[in-house]
């Protein structure tokens, strides 16, 4: 089962920030919080993880709470292109060969 | 730089059929998984090959194999196929090293219809 909860579904003006929560209060101190979207019938896209401290790429930014119980994904200037289900999962980085245990994401619509 | 490239794309098999899906990884990645997603499910995991050997298994039935060749490319095969197969198959991979980080990438899949 996965170890994440998001919620269902959130919507995002253009050109707005969209901020994608997830929870994972029994994240293990060796374990990355990853993030990946899938956009309609594609395979999924790798965007960004971290362990502990923010992250930020030229995709997005990654919020992990000092407790890393949660985190946050940011996507700055949202737009229609954006729109797709994103996934949040707790996995062993270095060192492991861990699959990743998808749940049932968070599918974000951009509306213009 | 080549991404995870998998074919055929889309295909169509009968009931009781087999069938073949192929995946070449990422250039540099060694390690290959095979995911199934149905319709409005995220994806599950059904096998990881690893130097030519099946190294994990998630919760699937001995009806879908796998193979894994020197140059790292990967076939999955699923045997005796049932309407409920129908889905999207995902090809991941990964460097074992660690040495370009243990990131896995994605195919675009292959999508699969059982009639």
């Known amino acids: 089962d996965a170890k994440t909860t998001q919620p269902t579904s959130m919507d995002c003006a253009e050109g707005r920030a969209a901020n994608l929560p997830c929870n994972h209060s029994t994240i293990s101190g060796n374990e990355y919080v990853y993030w990946y979207r899938q956009i309609h019938s594609q395979g999924p896209q790798y965007i960004i993880h971290?362990?502990?401290n923010n992250e930020t790429n030229e995709m997005a930014s990654l919020i992990i709470t000092e407790d890393r119980k949660s985190s946050t994904l940011i996507l700055p200037h949202a737009t229609l292109r954006d729109t797709a289900v994103y996934y949040c999962?707790?996995?062993?980085?270095?060192?492991?060969?861990?699959?990743?245990?998808f749940g049932k994401g968070t599918r974000l619509s951009v509306i213009a | 730089d080549a991404g995870v490239t998998q074919s055929p794309t889309h295909l169509i098999k009968t009931r009781g059929q087999q069938v073949t899906l192929r995946c070449s990884p990422k250039?540099?990645?060694?390690?290959v998984s095979w995911y199934q997603q149905a319709l409005g499910q995220g994806p599950q995991f059904i096998f990881q090959y690893y130097e030519e050997e099946e190294r994990q298994r998630g919760n699937f039935p001995d009806r879908f194999s796998g193979h894994q060749f020197p140059n790292y490319s990967s076939e999955l095969n699923v045997n005796a196929l049932l309407l409920g197969d129908s889905a999207l198959y995902l090809c991941a991979s990964f460097p074992s090293t660690g040495l370009m980080g243990n990131t896995i990438y994605f195919g675009e899949g292959s999508w699969l219809t059982v009639v």
């Open positions: 999962i707790v996995r062993v980085e270095v060192g492991g060969n861990t699959p990743l245990v």
């Open positions: 250039s540099g990645h060694d390690t």
């Open positions: 971290g362990l502990k």
